[in-house]
């Protein structure tokens, strides 16, 4: 039995088969902006000087100096920075890669396509380098997945979600005129929408291409004879 080329060739470039859906994404909440230094460098210390207990205390004093330097940093830092940079490149992305995306308030009811539930938490700089005192843009969320169907206003298992950015500075680098601080805190920001959709995003199933059949039978590619 012999197979056309034209039937070979279709087979061969069906191996990759297009896949679009729709997610449905809903946000739980907004993400803060923040500043991790003094508490970084606190804990060992209050370790050493009292334990458990004078850690925490360390800790708690520290967390208002933190605060200073959010307040310090915010001028320098666009408001909509996590709606225009995390949620637009999610969005953004999603759709460049051909899927749909639907912004949801409430997920019950949906019976199709993939559920992306994102939980902000803090995204901003803190210290990735005791030793230097180095510090780096970061953000830390959590996000689930599920598929859609009738039980899905349970809380899905989520996953935590921490990325920074590899460029490290001395924080009074970032109050100086035309300091890296907001475009730094913005590509951190992008990077983790864009792995964020990519795990949302169904990969293509590839196909074992089928064996051609010559006048002497089926055999593989590899095997094929040339004579």
Not at 160 to 168: G, L, Q, V
Not at 207 to 221: A, F, H, I, Y
Request: hydrophobic share 35%; with cysteine.
């Amino acid at each position: 039995m012999v197979f056309s080329i034209a039937a070979i060739c279709l087979s061969a470039a069906s191996t990759l088969a297009d896949v679009k859906q729709s997610i449905y994404i809903q946000i739980e909440g907004e993400g803060q902006f923040e500043v991790v230094y003094h508490r970084a460098l606190s804990n060992a210390i209050g370790a050493a000087i009292g334990g458990a207990v004078g850690a925490s205390i360390q800790s708690s004093g520290e967390a208002s100096m933190d605060g200073d330097k959010a307040r310090d940093l915010s001028p320098l830092i666009k408001k909509d920075a996590w709606k225009t940079r995390f949620l637009g490149t999610l969005h953004d992305t999603l759709v460049a890669e051909g899927q749909e995306a639907v912004w949801v308030e409430d997920t019950r009811g949906i019976d199709d396509g993939v559920i992306l539930k994102v939980y902000p938490e803090r995204y901003g700089y803190r210290i990735v380098d005791s030793t230097t005192r180095m510090v780096s843009a970061y953000v830390e969320f959590k996000a689930g997945f599920s598929g859609g169907n009738l039980e899905n206003t349970r809380d899905k298992e989520k996953e935590t979600y921490y990325i920074t950015n590899k460029n490290k500075y001395l924080y009074e680098t970032l109050l100086k005129e035309g300091s890296p601080v907001n475009s730094d805190l913005e590509t951190v920001l992008e990077k983790a929408a864009r792995r964020l959709a990519n795990q949302a995003i169904p990969v293509p199933i590839k196909k074992k291409p089928l064996p051609v059949m010559s006048r002497r039978g089926p055999t593989s590619w590899a095997r094929l004879s040339t004579s």
